[in-house]
Every structure is written in structure tokens, then in C-alpha cells.
């Protein structure tokens, strides 16, 4: 527990500052160009090359390249470094093609992704996504770096990188948001108002991976382009991802039906006179605040349990598999719990406070916040999914997740589109976000089930059980708190960003005292051990 502990805070710390920064980033870019058709149009484009990194990368690196990479350390003589070099030729010959073809069919990627977009909305869209699309190749070149890091124990820089990223993104929104007078008005957005949000946005990408090679250089990694491919074990590579690449399909065309359902709500709203109502950009917006506990503390953990369950796998130990994966869980619920129910309670409070500026409205931040209460309810079940699906990659095992994604994206995607043909337009969004929720409860039960046989004596579901209990009862309280200060703040101040953020410091703040005493008092060990560890840290 105390070397993941360790591990985990270091990228913690910089994973906070990233998702903080980048919550600046995306308050800046909402201010700026809005949540109505501009900001769909921008948020479409933004997610066309983590479609295709994932779908041709991406999805390999945790699954599949990162047990390879040990695998080579352990066997190779050379401890790996020639099949990394390989493996670095690789990505960068595939990913500069791809950015290519990206760019090409970009239009076609568009009304893949959209459904009822306005023909300017459309035109806007694609040209953003041909600025945006050459990114990909930086983004997954950086990615490879970071893998590569995390092999060694080095997880800083992947985790601070992303800080640089953010503060350029920011200071494009800043300047379009000072030299632009088309603000969030797709009609009136000029040639040279599109390359600034393109062009900046991909900039930003282009820094991040310049740290990520730099510091992999520093760890001793030495890039010598390699074309003895033969050795380069694609075909190995290549039997695992299969399943690996039917994971990310899956995955994909779960999100494919999500963002065309959330452009039709807007369709929908604008068919009937409606005004703007919740679309894509407020629920990615939302799921970026969703993911900001989980990127913290989850992520974290994720990326430092990954390569020890390797290596425990590779040495036989499943007692170990199942001792760490027990922790990593308990470590994880211990953040993730209150703050689900936290954003439950102030999910509105955050949004209007960190959205409602400039072409964001006040309302339309309201909208976005009753998303992100939704997404609340999917912060545990969500968590612990991803963790579980990383005691099939310590194996090698990419066929199973697969198998539970598929049901995953069925459940979600048939749910989604009941309540979509069910929903008037403004709550679409809330119940795409419910769909999403109720897939990862489904899909989390059916890991467990069959990763508890994967290590051949269970993952200790009694005390995880346990465990989760002790700390809502703890976090229940909290809410409550924060529940009274949101009544009490509303009832005297309305709503607008200076009350928005009394409520999060009142509410918040006094909620995460009382969750912390009430934990210290029922003894929560892994609660402890955090606070021992920022004490530590704080006191140097």
C-alpha cells in the first residue's frame, strides 16, 4: 500500500495541476466561443484524433505495448532498448499516415460523428478538424514516450506534460476571446478566427510531446530509427491487439452514438423553438469535470499497478495480483466516494462558476451542471471498472474486456436511445449521462465476476464491500452539509458565479472537513494514510 501510496502521489500532484489547468483551459474556451453551435462544432473536431489514436494506438499501450515492453525488459539482452527503438520507428511511420488520411477524410469523419448540424456548423467543424487532426501524430509519438517512461517507474512527466498543453490552449482562448468579435456566433466565425482555435490547439499538443521525448531521452532511452521489423514482434502485437482493437471499436461506437444523439437534442430544441439546450459541448464539458476526481487519484493509481501486476504475472504470484488490486481499489474509493456524492449536491455550483462568462450563460452553465450530477453516480462504478479491466492486461488478457465492453456499449447505446426517443430535448443530455452510469454498474459486475477467476481466489469482495460501506457512511454526512450550504446560498443569493463559489467553499469545503473526521474516527486506514502522506510531504 505504501509504495503504491508513494507511486500514486507523485502523479497525483501532477495530474491535479493538469486537470486544474485544463479546467482553466475549458472555462477560457467556453467563455470565448460558447456551448451552442460553435462550441459543438470546435468540441467535434477536438475529439476526431483521440478517436483515431485510440482506435489505432491508443488502446494498445495499456493493453498490449506496456506488458510487452516489461516482457522485453525481462528477456531481451539488450534489457528491451532495441525493441523500443523499434517500437518508437513503428508509431511514427503509422501515425504521420494516419494525420495524413485524417485530414483527407476529414469531412467524412464529421457526419460520422454529427446528426442535424447546421450546414455552416458542418463547414465550421471540418475545417477546425483539418487543423486539428495533425496533432494526432505528436499526441501518440509522446504517448509511446510516456509508456516507455512508465516501464521505468517514471511517471512525473506524463503526468506534468499536459500542464504545458493547457496553459497554451489557454492563451489561444484568451487572444480569440481579445482580437475576435464573433465570440460564439458559428455564422460570423472567420477564416482566421478558425485557424487560431485550429492551429493553437494543435500547438499545444506539439509542446506536451516535445517534454514527453525529452524526458524519456533523460531516462536513457536513445531513439535510433529501426526497420528490422522482423524482430519488432508485430506478429505477437497483433494476436493480443485484435481484441484489443475490437475493445476500442466498441468503445468508439458507443461514443459515436452519444455525440449524434447529443447534436440531435440540439436539432431537436431547435425543430421546436426551444433555444439552446444541453448538446455535445456541455457534455463533454461535463465529463471533463466528471473525470477530474477519477484523473487524480484513479488514473494514478492505474498507471503505477499496471507494471507490478505485470511483473507479479509474469513471476506467477496471483496472492500479490490480488493484494494489490484489493488496495488499489480501497486506495481509490477512498477520494473517489465523497467526491461522487459531492458532485451530486454542487455539480450545477461548479459549472456556473467556472462557465458562466462571456458566451457562456448562466443557464446554459445550469444545464451543464445538471450533467455533471448525473455523472456523480457513475464516479465509482466508472473507477472501478477501469481497474478491473487492468487485472486482464497484467495477463495478457485483452479478449475478455472486449467481451465486456460489447454488452457495455449495448446496454449504454440501447438505453440511450430510449431515453433520446423518450426525453424532451433539455433532458437528453442528463439521460445519455444516466445511460452512461447504468453501463459501468452493468459492466462492473461482469468484470469482477470474471477477473475473480482470472486470479483464482477472488479479489476480496467482502472487504472491498466492506471497505466501500464504511466510507459512505462517512461521505454521507458530507453531502448533507453541502446540501444545507447549497439551499442556504441559493435561498439568499440566487445564482451567479460569486454565489456559485460561496456554496463550493462553504459546502465543499465543510463537506471534506466532516468526511475526513468522521473517517478518521471510524478509522479508515487508507484515509489515513493519505493524510500521513500529504503531512509528510508538507512538512519537508
Given at each position: ?24 483551459r ?13 462550441g ?61 488520411v ?5 469531412p467524412?469523419?464529421i ?32 504517448a509511446?514516450?510516456g509508456?516507455i ?16 498543453n ?20 458559428v455564422?460570423?466565425?472567420?477564416s ?20 514527453l ?22 506478429g ?109 449536491v ?51 488478457d ?107 467553499v ?35
Amino acid at each position: 500500500m505504501s509504495r503504491m501510496l508513494r507511486a500514486s502521489a507523485i502523479m497525483a500532484a501532477g495530474t491535479m495541476v493538469s486537470r486544474l489547468t485544463g479546467f482553466v483551459r475549458t472555462a477560457v474556451l467556453a467563455s470565448a466561443i460558447g456551448v451552442a453551435a460553435l462550441g459543438d462544432a470546435y468540441n467535434i473536431a477536438y475529439t476526431i484524433p483521440f478517436i483515431l489514436f485510440d482506435l489505432l494506438i491508443g488502446g494498445m499501450l495499456s493493453s498490449v505495448v506496456v506488458p510487452m515492453i516489461v516482457k522485453a525488459q525481462k528477456q531481451d539482452a539488450d534489457g528491451g532498448r532495441a525493441y523500443e527503438q523499434r517500437l518508437m520507428t513503428v508509431a511514427t511511420l503509422a501515425l504521420l499516415a494516419i494525420a495524413v488520411v485524417g485530414v483527407l477524410c476529414a469531412p467524412l469523419l464529421i457526419q460520422l460523428l454529427t446528426t442535424d448540424l447546421t450546414p455552416r456548423a458542418t463547414e465550421v467543424a471540418t475545417t477546425l478538424a483539418r487543423y486539428i487532426l495533425p496533432q494526432i501524430a505528436f499526441f501518440g509519438i509522446g504517448a509511446i514516450a510516456g509508456a516507455i517512461l512508465n516501464t521505468r517507474d517514471r511517471f512525473a512527466a506524463p503526468m506534468w506534460a499536459p500542464v504545458l498543453n493547457n496553459v497554451i490552449v489557454i492563451a489561444v482562448g484568451l487572444t480569440y476571446h481579445f482580437i475576435s468579435r464573433t465570440g460564439g456566433d458559428v455564422k460570423a466565425a472567420t477564416s482566421s478566427d478558425l485557424a487560431l482555435l485550429g492551429l493553437g490547439t494543435t500547438a499545444g499538443i506539439v509542446v506536451q510531446s516535445i517534454v514527453l521525448i525529452i524526458a524519456v531521452h533523460r531516462v536513457g532511452f536513445r531513439f535510433v530509427p529501426r526497420f528490422d521489423l522482423r524482430n519488432a514482434r508485430l506478429g505477437e502485437m497483433g494476436r493480443a491487439g485484435v481484441w484489443t482493437l475490437a475493445f476500442v471499436v466498441f468503445n468508439q461506437i458507443g461514443f459515436i452514438v452519444t455525440t449524434n444523439l447529443a447534436t440531435g437534442a440540439t436539432g431537436k430544441a431547435i425543430e421546436q423553438k426551444l433555444g439552446h439546450v444541453a448538446g455535445i459541448a456541455s457534455y463533454s464539458y461535463a465529463f471533463q469535470l466528471f473525470q477530474l476526481p477519477y484523473g487524480i487519484i484513479a488514473v494514478s493509481v492505474i498507471t503505477a499497478m499496471l507494471p507490478r501486476m505485470s511483473r507479479y504475472v509474469h513471476d506467477g504470484d496471483l496472492g500479490a495480483i490480488r493484494e494489490e488490486f484489493a488496495s488499489g481499489v480501497r486506495l481509490v474509493a477512498a477520494v473517489i466516494v465523497p467526491a461522487g456524492l459531492l458532485l451530486m449536491v454542487l455539480g450545477p455550483a461548479v459549472t456556473v462558476l467556472i462557465f458562466a462568462h462571456g458566451s457562456t450563460s448562466v443557464t446554459d452553465a445550469l444545464n451543464m451542471g445538471n450533467v455533471l450530477q448525473v455523472f456523480g453516480l457513475a464516479l465509482v462504478p466508472f473507477s472501478i471498472y477501469q481497474l478491473l479491466l487492468r487485472v486482464f492486461y497484467s495477463f495478457g488478457d485483452t479478449r475478455t474486456p472486449a467481451l465486456i465492453v460489447a454488452g457495455n456499449v449495448v446496454v449504454n447505446s440501447g438505453l440511450s436511445f430510449v431515453l433520446y426517443l423518450t426525453l424532451p430535448p433539455h433532458l437528453i443530455v442528463m439521460g445519455l449521462a444516466m445511460a452512461f452510469t447504468a453501463s459501468y454498474v452493468v459492466g462492473g459486475v461482469a468484470a469482477w465476476t470474471l477477473a475473480s477467476k482470472k486470479v483464482g481466489g477472488g479479489l476480496g469482495g467482502r472487504i472491498v464491500a466492506s471497505g466501500l460501506s464504511r466510507m459512505y457512511v462517512a461521505a454521507i454526512p458530507a453531502a448533507v452539509i453541502a446540501l444545507i450550504a447549497l439551499w442556504a446560498t441559493q435561498e439568499l443569493a440566487g445564482v451567479t458565479p460569486l454565489s456559485s463559489a460561496i456554496m463550493l467553499v462553504a459546502g465543499g469545503g465543510l463537506g471534506v472537513v466532516g468526511y475526513l473526521v468522521i473517517s478518521q474516527r471510524m478509522r479508515i486506514a487508507e484515509i489515513s494514510s493519505i493524510i500521513g502522506l500529504v503531512a509528510g510531504r508538507v512538512g519537508r
